[in-house]
């Protein structure tokens, strides 16, 4: 057997294989969506029909303001002059 026929085999085999099961998968959630698709447009026309009985439901009240309080007083740290480094004019 040619060793580049080999190696050909060897690398290619992974990828069938993976992509196979990827088709696989794709096939069963298209399934999937369907059903959630159905169970979502079920459920959007119940809410829709209960609006439209109920009608929407206004505010009961406000929420009060919250309470400001005072900002805090920032403290600035104390600047010491650094031994040994003094600025020249030139």
């Known amino acids: ?36 698709r159905m169970v979502l447009a079920e459920s959007a026309a119940a809410r829709t029909a209960a609006l439209d009985e109920d009608g929407p439901t206004p505010p009961t009240e406000r929420e009060p303001a919250p309470e400001t309080a005072p900002a805090p007083a920032v403290r600035l740290a104390t600047v010491l002059p650094f031994p040994g480094a003094s600025r020249r004019a030139a």
Not at 12 to 36: E, I, Q
């Open 1 to 36: 057997m040619n060793p580049e026929l080999i190696a050909a085999a060897a690398l290619m085999a992974p990828g069938a294989t993976l992509s196979a099961a990827v088709a696989w998968s794709l096939r069963g959630s298209r399934t999937h969506s369907a059903a959630v």
